[in-house]
C-alpha cells in the first residue's frame, strides 16, 4: 500500500484519525506477481505475449516500482491498456498481414512494449496514441 500518505490522510482530521484504529498494510506485488497479473489481463482480454514481451515488461515493472508514483497492480492494466496496446495497434495497421490474421490480432511483441520515460505519466501516452478501430 500507500502508507504515508494514508497516515498523512488520516492527520488531515483529528477525529477521523481516532475512529480507524485498525490500519492493515498490505505490501507491494513483486514484480513476478506483476507479471501474472500481466498475463491474467492478456488472456482474459484474448491477447498473448511472447517471450521477448515478457522480458520487457519484467523490465518496465521493475523500473515503475522504484518511482514514487508506482500504482502496484492498477499500474499493470494501466499500462497494458494506455501504453501497450495502442503500440501494438499502430504495428498491426503498418503490417500487410501474412499468415495467421488472429496471431497478428492478440499477439503483444516486444515491440510493443517500450519502456516509458521516467518523467513521463503512462496515462499521458494514452493522449499520444489514438488508433481508428481500437478501444480509445
Not at 511472447?50 to 514514487?68: G, H, I, S, W, Y
Not at 491498456?81 to 496471431?103: H, S
Request: charged content about 25%.
Amino acid at each position: 500500500g500507500y502508507p504515508k500518505e494514508v497516515e498523512r490522510f488520516l492527520q488531515c482530521n483529528a477525529g477521523l484519525s481516532s475512529r480507524v484504529s485498525l490500519r492493515l498494510h498490505f505490501p507491494d506485488y513483486s514484480v513476478a506477481e506483476l507479471i501474472q497479473i500481466a498475463e491474467y489481463w492478456c488472456q482474459k482480454n484474448e491477447f498473448t505475449l511472447t517471450r521477448e514481451a515478457l522480458v520487457r515488461l519484467t523490465a518496465v515493472f521493475e523500473d515503475a516500482k522504484k518511482t514514487e508514483t508506482f500504482g502496484n497492480g492498477r499500474f499493470v492494466k494501466t499500462f497494458l491498456e494506455n501504453q501497450v496496446v495502442p503500440k501494438m495497434a499502430e504495428r498491426v495497421l503498418a503490417y500487410k498481414p501474412i499468415g495467421n490474421p488472429y496471431k497478428l490480432l492478440t499477439e503483444i511483441k516486444e515491440v510493443d512494449v517500450e519502456i516509458p520515460n521516467p518523467t513521463m505519466n503512462i496515462n499521458e501516452n494514452a493522449q499520444r496514441i489514438k488508433v481508428k478501430g481500437f478501444r480509445n
